[in-house]
């Protein structure tokens, strides 16, 4: 059998990559659909706006389901991206400033999809850089 190198830098920007977007979902829905689930519409909801629909009163409240299905997930995503980010960092070697600028844009809902793009950009026009730089380290010289 043959050995199938890796690429770990690959892998971990992959996994970064895909954990962004998995966060930033979660993070949408916790927004826009749990937490407002959960406080604001319903009898019993602590700022209570709205009633609930006839017959779906146990998917809003306190006791909101979507608390379960969103927020819990959300917080365990958010915690292997934050590790993600760290190796990333560290394989990249990226500033203190940058690196907690990448974690941070996961807590502001839309801001982590914008900030994936952008490392995204930032990162491969590095990569090409490097790779056009020790493509023509490696070319010999022309002669007279």
Do not use: C, N
Not at 48 to 53: D, I, N, S, T
Not at 68 to 76: K, Q, S
């Amino acid at each position: 059998m043959g050995e199938v190198a890796v690429d770990k830098r690959r892998v971990s920007f992959a996994l970064y990559r895909v954990l962004a977007y998995i966060t930033g979902v979660f993070l949408l829905g916790l927004t826009f659909l749990a937490m407002p689930a959960k406080y604001l519409v319903g009898e019993d909801s602590r700022f209570h706006l709205v009633g609930a629909p006839q017959g779906w009163e146990h998917w809003f409240g306190p006791e909101s389901p979507l608390m379960l299905y969103v927020a819990m997930p959300h917080g365990y995503v958010y915690m292997v991206y934050v590790l993600v980010v760290l190796w990333v960092a560290l394989d990249r070697r990226w500033g203190a400033g940058r690196t907690l600028g990448v974690v941070l844009a996961g807590t502001v809902p839309v801001l982590g999809f914008v900030v994936e793009h952008r490392v995204v950009r930032a990162e491969r026009a590095k990569d090409l850089a490097a790779a056009q730089a020790s493509g023509r380290a490696q070319e010999p010289a022309a002669t007279a």
